[in-house]
Each structure stands twice: as structure tokens, then as C-alpha cells.
């Protein structure tokens, strides 16, 4: 889909441009979706929704007959472009790298047709998909885009992303077994902490699958794990260790995150991490520090 910058710089008279700021305002919660499932950042989604805006702004419009469908284009397109140096910027990053939380409690879709593609754990599988099928398998799975309007976003053909779409399914499904409901992984969660806060072992180990993964985001900040650590036994005796100090200064408020329950940690009145749990039947499989100074800034505190 192609739109050619107006001859004046900005198309239209000022009616013209408020009908576009109003097909703007209508779908920039589904761009700001779509970005964020492409890019795991909140921070680099407004960066995009707003290059986004500014195309829009000095596009000849009168040459596109759909906007929505050319603004999702827009969005899906440069967000493939800015994965690609996003992933590279990563590999300098200092530890294990999360997805900058968003607080889903106010909207729990993000402008998506279903809540797909959010929670933490789908989106780090995704970081492992090409581009190409990340992209198809968000815009099928969260916002129920036909085969055929993602083969135009792509500039592919209809079987193509079929293939896409099911490359990308078979992936994450491979890694994942189906998650816990909503109410139980907060009761996980909600044990966990207290299993954790006491430094019990046996209760601690009981709650996890044996190949649970603790990771913390904290690029490089002091205290804080730099490498994933595995295993039940490995991951209970680790938290059983930092059992007798962390907890004493940490108070905990529940929000909403990414579609789960998450704890808010709080440290002498400030914010100094998010902490949630990915959940299967067999019990907690991930353990999720985001404690990033940088990404604690998008966590809102609960009254």
C-alpha cells in the first residue's frame, strides 16, 4: 500500500485534516497494539505510533481509500524494520532481556480484538520468530486480520502467511504447554510469595515444574542476577538464600500486567521491580524479576 507525500507538505484544508486526526485517534489503539506485540516495548510502540502519526500528517490521503487498513499497515511495516535493530541493540544487553511491562488493568487488550499475544511468556517465545511471523501471528491471533488482509500488510501472497501463521503456532506450542487460568496463577503467584518470603524449601519446590526458570531484567544493575537460573532445586535454594534479607524491605501491591497478576515490589516508597509468574498444570514454569530502573518507570502503583 503506497501513499505519496502532498505537494504542500500537509494535505487538505483544516476540516480535512480533522477528519484525519479523528481516522487517526479511531485506530491508535490497535497501531499502539500492534506495536507493542511486535516489539516487546512500550516505550518503542509510542515511538512508532507516533512516526506513524507524522507519515499520516503529511501523506497525500486523498490516495488512500482506507485508512485504518493503511495506518495498520503503516505500523506493521516499521515495526518490522525497528525489530530488526531492536534485537541487535539486545545483544549488548546486560542479563536477560523482558518485555517492558503494560499495565492491562485499565485496558485489558491494548486495542487488540482478543487479549492474544500479551502475557510475558508468549511474547519471549515470540522474540524467537522471524519478523514475518510475528507479524502474521499477531495480527491473526489478537486482532483476527483475514489471511488475505495480512498477506496485503506483507506484501505476500495468501499461502504464504497460512505458512506463516502455522510456523509461528506450532513454534510456541512446541515450547509451551497450555497456561493456568487467570485465578490460578494468581493463587500461584499469591503462594509463592509467601513460600519465598519465609524461605521454605519443601514449599517452594513443590509449587514449581522441575525445569522452572527464574530470569531477572535488570541490565546490569547491582544485586541482580545476571544468568537464567534452572532447575526446582537450583531456584528454591536460591531464593531460600536471599530469603533472609530481600523480603525485609519489600512491600508487595497487586496490579495488573500484561493480562496477569503481577506484584508490585516496593523499596523505601519507590518502585524497584514488577514480579509475575508463567504457570502450566504441572505449576510455576517461570519466574519473572523485571527490576530494570528504566522499564519500572511504566509500572503503575496501585492505590
Known sequence: MRCGVADSGVAGDASELEAATAAFTRVRPRLFGIAYRMLGSATEAEDLVQDVWL??????RSAVLNPEAFLATTATRLAINVLQSARNRRETYVGPWLPEPVDTGADPYLGAERGAALEFAALLLMEKLTPNERAAYVLREAFDYSYAQIADILSSTEPAVRQLVSRARK????????????AEQRELLTAFLAAARSGDLSALERLFTPDVTSLSDGNGRKGVARTPVVGAVRVAKFLQAISTWFWDEIDVRWTQANGQTAAVLLQDGGVYGLLTVSATAEGIDQLLWLVNPGKNKAVRVPD
Open 171 to 182: 513454534h510456541l506450542a512446541s515450547e509451551r504447554h497450555a497456561p493456568v487460568t487467570a
Open 55 to 60: 507519515r499520516w500528517q503529511t501523506c497525500d
